[in-house]
């Protein structure tokens, strides 16, 4: 009742309202029972069709008036019935009018209407229910706020195949998050609801189909129980076969193979099951087609892209069904130049879908392109495929822009193409601008891209070291998105790798010792894993190695005490251990190892360790500590290790260290791992022992 | 003379029987793929006289016309095998002319190598579909899979040519009529199944590798393509797969797509049809209520033309008049109907005396059956459960059975293909009339009745022809019905005694599972007059001959009906069809079409040739290529 003292206070409005408008409410106030009825009939009729005079009723007030003679139990039920429907048909009108249906408390109304017997007036209820739940502008939790309702709308469905249409039409509108899937699963949601997939009635059969669309959508539980159902002896996956059929409605084929990529990503249904590869797979496919409505195609290529995304088999499938590499090209050639001339509905509705075709056509590249390398080369030799998806990183469209971003990702992923068509295209470009101020789904992707791109073997990593990139690294590393961070000190990382002194002073630099410190006890396995991988490649090479250590060596050599001690993987402590062992290898930072008796005593530890690969990684480190350096012979067991064999030979300091080592009792355990069961870490072992022997 | 007729007839059943038997091996192949298109390859199949081949080739068969139903094998018969005949040297033949391998030396691109199927793909089948698996890909997997037309050069593989298509293993490329290929699937080698789709309502082609569309791969296709494989390397063996076996691509899947696009066009332009207004005969409305003015359904074509604003375009008494004869020939009283109508429409019969001929060749047709009005009074039985159309004004279960016929022109029992007053307008050559189906074999040699009895017959002759009148014959009808011929009520003479004992040796000859049925109803009387009658039909046969010249027609039509009395039970003989009241039907509908031309009006209703004219137009579609006729059958409109 709120809403109508609210009414009259819409004076401006009032004014512009006619009065024949006025004349509808004000015989809603009728003391004469039966005038009320037919003036709620004739409103009735009045308002079908007609938005203004909806809008126009609605401002003086009739929904809240209306509301009261639905839910007054005086009411007869036939005024009840049209009060209901009328309602329905305000609420067809724009989202404005939703709005103010929604304000005037129409939900919990027409959801207490639906405990009354009558069946019309049920349906005229759920009918009204639906299409105010349907709007966007409608929050969906007001279906689940009273918990008796669920419950009562499933045992409204045996009602009519009206009742079955508007309910399942508002689960399937409604279920958004894993909550509400599980209040319909829970309250016995498939087992309802699987039989209306045989209804005669094809409406109610696709609004049950889009309803177990909406259920299984990552939800195992869901799915798993969905590929034991049975429908009249026949299994529920079948169902959804045969529903795919191509003489099916496309709408009715689209949802089924929804229905079934769903499952299948659940992990209810293999990749490899025939209802996956022979059908939903070929299905999608042809919803791609040039045939298919613009919606269509958008909607085939998103469920598409998802069914394939980790299955390296249905992306070799997909890439080779009917052109579909070349199909999706087409997907960038809206608004087309001859809609544009044609006529003007049909550029206004192209434009309305070319950033939807662009961003799914984007995602189904990246999709198809995740894995195989072959795939890669087919959709970069795509006519202007490169040029696309440059554009695509700079469009306003943000949905764009980050399938852009996962495509260009995707196809980062090869060698051949860094090489090629990313360096000839300058991708990096966009890719950098990009990375300023975008949001995070964006910068993951975009900052993950970059980590490819500064491979070493990519000849973009020169131009993007110059454009400036290493702030904007660090700061990602202060990220409070862990794979915002990773990315940063990944990329940070590929950077250093063989990367010039000044490169990786400036890297230091940026980044600042405290930043790397934090960042080696970060709590991300990931993000510890490649700090610490930045920093062996940082260590490399004996004057980059000496130099760092001389200006860091102190903190350096407590982070390292500290991870050896903590609680970690065996892949950190050996990453630990190669960097001490690249420490090991300078000239004047071996010294801050062999000063460290603590230290010393704990790579013997790691040497007698029950992990081949922590042997392998003390050994190598022993080893660094006791050579020869006029042997100039280099250790090539580590990639990261620098090749500079220069250096000043200072061969009585070796022989002082082998001698500490052998009093330590390191020649003892060396002599043990010679006779070592694995041929590398026997062969290491061997390798230190002639250091002694020379 | 009559006399002769039974003669004539016998030498008539003797000649049928003297045709040459089909060869064995011909007959048995027949049987076999269930086809009567005597393929070349399949005689020798058989010869072989393997029984699981036959098992595969009865698969074949089932399966290949339930792929394409629309396909006339007589006319078009479908790829079944690879030809012996078609293929250059380097290729080899195996496995029933299935297997292909390469038999040449395979050093150049001019070793290549192909053969073409035994017959082009035809275009009734909308969508055609074959497979070849890849049993080796020999020394470089040089396999081109395709299409090719006849005479294009062998010593090639497919898509090199003019008029050849193909898509190679070794590249993926597809071959356009051209010796450089456009870059177009993956490649194929060892273990994979290749499929072949020919869409032949769009002339495209496109492939299937292991059961997944690879996307059009040809489009302006010529017609009369045959499916082609070419080798070009040492060691290449294809196994091919017309339908023997299930394909590994889901064509059937395809098929329901275009069957759906075919018939939603239908559809649609039926739309277009219902909006426009009702001057065209072939307007819906007009169809419908012409249909029924001309059977003479008037009470519905009143309320039809009441509801749906039209002029009823012929008079309500007419229509009752027309109704009235229907019925009587319908029911097989010929003479009444005759007499009516020459009543009705005296000038009718004296200008149309090749209709008088064919409607007393009827009259003596149910004459034999007992069950026309002047043997019926004389003492005839009459099955009631054939003959006696209920007094009701409305027909129609006659009417909707023969639309059925049409519907479904293979049914057993053999009756024409047929729709009251569709007939005559189809048989201008286009098609020609369908010869009388074998199934009326006879199991036994006919005993022909001897002269000398038939002489005894006539000499019995009795007095009783002009005693019988029009009358209340349905009354008559109750006495009569045990067909016993001894006890006529209207005391009527029966016979001699030789007759009685005449009428026990037929019984014993007659299989006593059959209805008792006896010729003119087993009245001597009835005989007599039938005899007569005939002598009279003979006369006025020779009478029109000299009058209007040769008529084949005519002098088959009493050939025929001549011949009944050759046989002992003319209802199981191989004539016998003519006495089945299917057969009132075409006559029905002559008269009633000769009747309403003398009004003005089309001798056949507008639906009638409409939905010949569909049912001709498919078939010419058919012969001339247009593919989509496979998914427009009229029967999936007539039910």
């Not at chain 2, 079944?80 to 299935?98: E, V």
């Not at chain 2, 696009?261 to 409305?285: E, H, Y």
């Not at chain 2, 025929?560 to 299917?582: C, E, R, T």
Request: proline share 5%.
């Amino acid at each position: 009742m709120a809403c109508m003292l609210e009414a009259p206070l819409r004076i401006s409005v009032l004014s512009e309202v006619t009065a024949t408008s006025r004349h509808y409410v004000d015989r809603l106030f009728d003391p004469d029972p039966q005038k009320v009825l037919q003036g709620v009939i004739d409103m009735k009729n009045a308002v079908i069709g007609n938005n203004k005079q909806k809008a126009n009723l609605i401002v003086l007030g009739a929904v809240p008036r209306l509301l009261y003679l639905l839910q007054q139990p005086t009411s007869s039920l036939e005024l009840r019935t049209e009060c209901a429907v009328v309602l329905g048909s305000l609420a067809m009108g724009t989202e404005n009018n939703i709005k103010s249906l929604v304000d005037c408390h129409i939900i919990p109304a027409l959801l207490q209407g639906l405990l009354c017997q009558d069946l019309k007036f049920i349906e005229a209820c759920l009918r009204c229910l639906r299409t105010v739940f349907i709007s966007p502008v409608t929050p969906v939790q007001l279906l689940f706020t009273d918990p008796t309702v669920i419950p009562h709308l499933m045992s409204l469905l045996s009602r009519s195949q009206r009742t079955q249409e508007y309910i399942t039409q508002i689960f399937s509108h409604c279920c958004k998050t894993p909550e509400h899937q599980m209040i319909l699963y829970n309250h016995g949601a498939i087992q309802n609801i699987a039989p209306l997939l045989m209804s005669p009635s094809y409406k109610v059969q696709m609004q049950a189909l889009k309803c177990f669309s909406v259920l299984a959508y990552e939800n195992t539980q869901v799915s798993m129980t969905l590929v034991n159902v049975l429908v009249d002896g026949e299994l529920l996956t079948q169902v959804f076969v045969k529903m795919m059929q191509r003489d099916r409605p496309i709408e009715m084929q689209l949802t089924a193979a929804k229905c079934l990529t769903y499952m299948c990503r659940a992990g209810a249904i293999r990749t490899d099951d025939t209802c996956i590869i022979m059908k939903t797979l070929p299905c999608l496919v042809r919803m791609c087609s040039k045939e298919r409505l613009l919606e269509e195609r958008v909607e085939g290529a998103e469920t598409l892209a998802y069914l394939m995304e980790p299955d390296v088999e249905l992306q070799r499938i997909a890439s080779i069904t009917d052109h579909l590499v070349a199909m999706l090209a087409d997907y960038f050639k809206y608004p087309s130049s001859v809609s544009a001339i044609a006529d003007i509905k049909r550029l206004d509705h192209d434009l309305k879908h070319a950033h939807e075709l662009r961003q799914a056509a984007f995602k189904l590249y990246a999709s198809l392109g995740a894995n195989d390398e072959d795939i890669r080369k087919k959709i970069t030799e795509t006519e202007n495929m490169m040029d696309r998806i440059v554009s695509g990183l700079s469009e306003s469209s943000i949905k764009v822009r980050l399938a852009a971003v996962r495509c260009l990702h995707s196809l980062s992923r090869s060698v051949q193409q860094l090489r090629t068509s990313f360096h000839d295209h300058a991708v990096w470009k966009p890719l950098m601008k990009l990375l300023q101020n975008a949001p995070d789904e964006v910068l993951v992707m975009a900052s993950s891209t970059l980590c490819n791109l500064l491979l070493e073997f990519s000849p973009s990593k020169e131009p993007i070291l110059e454009s400036g990139v290493v702030e904007l690294l660090c700061s990602l590393t202060q990220s409070d998105s862990p794979a915002l961070r990773v990315n940063g000190i990944w990329a940070l990382m590929n950077m250093a790798f063989q990367a010039d002194q000044k490169v990786k002073v400036e890297i230091v630099r940026a980044l600042g010792t405290e930043q790397l410190f934090r960042l080696l006890s970060d709590p991300d396995a990931n993000v510890l894993m490649k700090t610490l991988g930045l920093l062996r490649n940082l260590l490399s090479t004996r004057p980059h190695i000496d130099q760092i250590m001389s200006s860091h060596g102190k903190q350096i050599m407590q982070a390292v005490t500290l991870i050896l001690e903590g609680e970690h993987g065996i892949e950190v402590k050996e990453q630990t251990l190669c960097i001490l062992g690249n420490i090991a290898d300078g000239h004047t930072a071996k010294e801050l190892i062999m000063t460290n008796d603590d230290m010393l005593q704990k790579i013997k530890s790691y040497m007698g360790h029950s992990n081949v690969k922590l042997q392998l990684a003390a050994t190598f480190c022993v080893s660094n500590l006791i050579w020869n350096e006029e042997d100039g012979e280099e250790d090539a067991a580590t990639a990261h290790k620098g090749d500079d064999t220069g250096g000043n030979p200072v061969a009585r300091g070796s022989q002082e260290r082998q001698d500490k080592l052998r009093e330590m009792g390191f020649v003892d355990i060396l002599h043990k791992l010679t006779q070592a069961s694995d041929p590398n870490l026997c062969d290491r072992a061997k390798t230190a022992m002639q250091q002694y022997l020379a | 003379s009559l006399l002769s007729a039974p003669i004539r007839a016998a030498h008539h059943v003797l000649t049928t029987n003297k045709r040459p038997p089909p060869a064995p091996a011909a007959k048995a192949s027949t049987a076999m793929s269930g086809q009567s298109s005597g393929c070349g390859f399949l005689t020798s199949v058989v010869v072989h006289g393997d029984s699981a081949l036959s098992e595969q080739e009865k698969e074949l068969g089932r399966r290949l016309r339930r792929l394409y139903p629309a396909v006339d094998e007589r006319e078009t018969p479908l790829p079944r095998s690879w030809s012996p005949k078609d293929k250059f040297s380097y290729i080899g033949l195996s496995q029933n002319n299935l297997r292909v391998h390469y038999k040449g030396h395979g050093k150049t691109p001019k070793d290549a190598a192909s053969v073409r199927a035994t017959h082009p793909i035809p275009a009734a089948c909308g969508v055609y579909y074959f497979e070849v698996k890849i049993v080796s890909k020999g020394r470089d997997g040089y396999m081109g899979i395709g299409l090719s037309a006849q005479g294009v050069n062998m010593n090639r593989l497919p898509g090199w040519d003019k008029h050849s298509y193909g898509y190679h293993g070794d590249d993926g490329h597809s071959f356009c009529s051209s010796g450089t290929g456009q870059p177009y699937g993956p490649t194929f080698t060892t273990g994979d199944v290749i499929g072949c789709c020919v869409n032949l309502i769009n002339n495209t082609c496109f492939y299937t590798k292991n059961g997944h569309s690879l996307g059009i791969a040809f489009t302006d296709l010529p017609p009369n393509l045959y499916p082609t494989v070419g080798l070009q390397t040492p060691g290449e063996v294809v196994d091919a797969n017309f339908g023997q076996h299930p394909f590994v691509f889901d064509i059937e899947d395809y098929m329901r797509e275009w069957r759906t696009k075919i018939q939603a066009q239908i559809i649609s332009r039926g739309q277009g049809l219902k909006v426009g207004n009702n001057s065209s005969p072939f307007s819906p409305d007009r169809m419908v209520a012409s249909y029924l003015v001309h059977h003479g359904y008037c009470a519905t074509a009143e309320a039809f033309a009441r509801s749906t604003d039209q002029a009823v375009h012929e008079e309500l008494a007419s229509i009752k008049n027309r109704q009235k004869i229907q019925k009587l020939v319908l029911s097989g009283r010929m003479g009444e109907a005759i007499e009516t109508t020459q009543q009705l429409y005296p000038t009718l019969l004296e200008r149309n005396p090749n209709l008088l001929f064919m409607l007393k060749v009827r009259q003596f047709i149910e004459m034999v059956n007992g069950t026309d009005s002047e043997v019926r009074c004389l003492g005839g039985r009459s099955p009631k459960s054939q003959d006696s159309y209920p007094g009701s004004p409305n027909p129609s279960p006659s009417h909707s059975a023969s639309i059925h016929s049409l519907a479904s022109p293979a049914k057993p029992s053999g009756s024409h293909s047929y729709l009251p007053g569709f007939d005559s307008s189809c048989s201008n050559g286009v098609a020609p009339g369908r010869p009388h189906p074998s199934a009326h074999c006879p199991k036994q040699l006919p005993s022909t009745p001897s002269n000398a009895e038939l002489n005894t017959i006539n000499s019995v002759r009795s007095q009783q022809a002009n005693a019988c009148t029009s009358g209340d014959i349905d009354m008559e009808v109750d006495h009569y019905s045990n067909g016993v011929s001894g006890s006529s009520s209207n005391g009527f003479l029966n016979g001699s005694s030789k007759h009685d004992i005449e009428l026990e040796d037929c019984d014993a000859d007659m299989d006593p599972a059959l209805p008792r049925r006896q010729l003119c109803g087993g009245s001597q009387a009835a005989i007599e007059r039938m005899i007569h009658f005939g002598r009279e039909l003979q006369s006025m046969s020779e009478h029109l001959r000299r009058e209007c010249g040769k008529n084949a027609a005519n002098k088959k039509m009493l050939k025929d009906a001549f011949s009944l009395l050759a046989y002992s039970d003319p209802w199981s003989s191989p004539v016998g069809y003519q006495l089945d009241s299917i057969q009132r039907e075409p006559v029905c509908s002559t008269l009633n079409s000769a009747i309403l031309e003398t009004h003005n009006l089309p001798k056949q209703p507008p639906l009638a040739l409409a939905v010949g004219q569909a049912s001709q137009c498919l078939s010419v579609m058919a012969r001339s290529g247009i593919g989509s006729c496979a998914f427009a059958s009229v029967d999936d409109y007539l039910h």
